[in-house]
């Protein structure tokens, strides 16, 4: 993939074909090369959009204007105006109401560069982490003394509520539910938790957080306790992230001094005080009820649920868990409101998404953009390309426990509503980004085996479903394996899905499961033709185990 | 600092940092800002931060503040430096190496002339 300066996108779904889109995409070609355009932008088919009102459509970025429905007589037009003069050809942009969901949210913001909005990362990387003033002089604690001088804990949670945020951590459970079930639980004693057992391969969101703005997630379960009414916080930290174990610490000493925790915060009567609590480097750890396990000092092991940590947490109390990316959303909600909340991001899932993108692309690192953006736009925009010219052949987003996403779904917008629909999972925001180079049979193999040394042994399906889905998979990749191998690997994967205690398990059949259902073909080659297109697998013809 | 117990406390510490940093830039002072996120010193932040004293110390320079900050996202430009002349605008560098380091001390920070081949636009 060229980075080129526009990219135009023609629809390729069997109805746009009937209609003649083949027609459409062969005018471009000829225009643009008339105007010696071809090498500054980049053509090439749109997968599946997902409505069929408005076909055969264009897309063009990265104005994301979308046109359609349009015919081959009208392409020279859409050249001469958009391409060449940079205006859009207002005349042929489908109309809203023709279009709904996905697509109609992103016309809606047509004429627009889809920058990047920061709103967990507003400060990070900008302010002096161990200096409190500094936070404060960027509208630190701010958020806590209106919600303590002027707000009631009700309000707080309708506020919330209201913003529609959904938890970051993965699963995407709407933030504002959960904090009810733990106000409305009846108890002497409460407790917020704070995960930032960030131990998803390839994810490192919370570390920047904790590590460039510690002070964000203080003020916010702060915040969080004063709504559900706990008094006492935790924040679980992985022991691999001894920097930011010491900035939480310290801002943590420094809000204590100037008495923003401890007793009777604000002259209101609520006292909070937080705790930081090391991991010991299990991935395990970083589930709800493993994690608590751990703070209470036993082995980290799930628990059966229910109950759920809402009523019976730690110690048996009702327990709020929220990811940092959660957390670190609340400050900027209740300083500015959940309606402008409401205004990022898809109507279903408001806000921004914090992706780390690694891979073969030109530019890896951190965004922050809104909701909803598609992987197209990732790739081409923010990651500057693929590295090398190469060709897009899947991302793995949200760690191991995520989903494998083929190339014929990157135009899918990323978000809780859409990558349902899809049948895939966002999960915690990690892209690892994929070239033609990558071998499925050699990835899900990797991930797998990462499961199979994760997983904490509590429950039978998942200690031996992983450790077994890993010895087929080797077998595989060595050129020994057989068709019911496929059979057997995907009966492991309904068991790991349907009968595991925890996420761990549930989700650690989702490589397997994406692999057979996107890359089907290339998995029968290495066990029919006994060869790896890839030439990654070493295919030795001896039986592993 | 005393506590803070009202609103107006919160204001005060928030005024008073204002103007703290106003009368900074007015006096011309010189910020150098080092990425120390965990990225940024795998990256060799802090050899450049030590780079970056070692100047200091060895022509006796003052009036210039070194601090740190967490990282800001481009983990792939680490180690990231950012100098702010007196009341000017900021400028980020990418990459910074204890020779790079040197170089920026030299010319920008000592000369006022930001070293072009190692500036990053943030977008």
Redesign the interface.
Known sequence: MKTARSMVLVSADPESIRRGSEKIYSTFQEELSQLGLQDEISLSWLSDSGRHNALPMVVIYPEAVIYGPITPEDVPYIVEEHLNKGRIASSLVAPIHELSGRIAWLSSRKGTLP??KRIV?ER????????V??Y??HNG??AL??VL?TMNPLDVLNEVDASGLKGRGGAGFPTGQKWRFVSKATSNKKYVICNADESEPGT?KD??VL???PHSIIEAMAIAGYAVGADEGYIYIRGE?A??QERMRLAISQAQ????LGDNI??SGFNFNIHVHSGAGAYICGEETALIESIEGKRGEPRSRPPYPTTNGLWKKPTLVNNVETLANIPAIIRKGASWYRSIGTPKSPGTKVYTILGNVN??????VQMGITLREVITIYAHGMKGNSTFKLAQTGGSSGSIIPASLQDTPMDFESFNKAGVALGSGALLICNEDTCIVDLCKVLVNFFKNESCGKCNPCRIGNDRAYQILSNIAEGVGTMQDMKDLESIEMYLYQMSNCGLGQTAGTPIKDTLSHFRAEVEAHIKLKICPTGVCRMSGHKVN | MSTVKTLEDLKRIREEAIEKRKAKAISGEVQVIVGMGTCGIAAGARDAMKAILDVIEINNLSGIIVTQTGCIGLCEKEPIVQVVLGEQSKVTYGKVTPEVAIKIMKEHVDGGKPVQSHVITLT
């Open positions: 920058a990047e990362l990070a990387g900008i302010i002096n982490p161990e200096d003033q500094d404060i002089l604690y701010k003394g209106k001088i490192f570390r920047l590590e460039g703005d992230y920097l930011a001094e100037l008495g923003l604000f002259n530019a890896t690192g951190l965004i922050e």
